[in-house]
């Protein structure tokens, strides 16, 4: 390579123009979460991304079980659903009612089952590409 290919290739892999549409940027970072809105997001969503979690989230779609049977449900141990269950509740996921000895878990919100509903409607309606799937 040249020098002056050498140039072309670095204002290529950089924006020349920094800000293309400047109203539209300005409108995203007024509604922009703060800092640690967003950090409790993603905290969420990796508490997602753990598909054992996210089967005893789903099992919740029908309403309130105890932890043994999320346990049953989700093939975890009562010890190994009781501490997925806090993680979850820590982070207001899921709420817990207790009866004497036993825990009872139920979706938080609203919020909660819309997001699980939302993704799992995804997951019907699309095609995943797994390249690593692939035989």
């Known amino acids: 390579m ?9 204002v290529v892999d950089g924006c020349a123009v920094r800000v293309v549409d400047a109203p539209r940027v300005a409108s995203v970072c007024a509604r922009m979460p703060v800092e640690q809105d967003l950090a409790d997001t993603a905290e969420v969503f990796a508490l997602l991304g753990d598909p054992r979690r996210l089967r005893l989230l789903v099992a919740l779609l ?14 975890m141990s009562e010890s190994a659903a009781s501490h997925a269950l806090r993680l979850l509740r820590a982070h207001r996921v899921v709420t817990v ?32 590409v797994h390249p690593e799937r692939e035989l």
């Open 62 to 75: 029908d309403g309130e079980l105890c932890v043994c049977d999320l346990a049953a449900v989700s093939g």
């Open 97 to 128: 009612r207790r009866s004497g000895r036993m825990a009872y878990y139920k979706l938080a919100d609203a919020h909660v089952r819309m997001l699980l509903d939302l993704a799992v409607a995804h997951i019907e309606h699309t095609e995943a």
């Open 2 to 10: 040249n020098s002056s290919t050498d140039e072309l290739v670095a």
